[in-house]
């Protein structure tokens, strides 16, 4: 069972930039696709970014397409998410996410523990 442990959370301004960066417990690839989603308070998770098992397509919500990045780096075990242009919605806990699944849509198998985000106006 593959162990996840995000980080890099934190209090930012709005128009500021954080990474997240979640490390694995073993090797991710190629078998498990990744992803990112978040839960703000009284809110249901919702799906943020994900990045297929092979062959590295990313997709991402419409809510953060164009202002977030998702990137994985193989040797090192760890995936990371890019947050740029923030703003106070954005706050929520960010929780890492892998499956065995060609890619994550909706849930996963494996969670972290979730990092929290804190955009302030």
């Known amino acids: 069972q593959v162990q996840l442990v995000e980080s890099g959370g934190g209090l930012v301004q709005a128009g500021g930039s954080l990474r997240l960066s979640c490390a694995t417990s073993?090797?991710?690839?190629?078998?498990?696709?990744m992803g990112w989603f978040r839960q703000a308070p009284g809110k249901e998770r919702e799906f943020v970014a994900s990045i297929r098992r092979i062959g590295g397509i990313t997709y991402y919500a419409d809510s953060v397409k164009g202002r977030f990045t998702i990137s994985r780096d193989n040797a090192r075990n760890t995936l990371y998410l890019q947050m740029n242009k923030l703003k106070p919605e954005d706050t929520a806990v960010y929780y890492c996410a892998a499956t065995a699944e060609m890619v994550v849509t909706t849930t996963a198998d494996y969670w972290g523990q979730g990092t929290q985000v804190t955009v302030s106006s």
């Open positions: 073993e090797r991710t690839y190629p078998r498990y696709a």
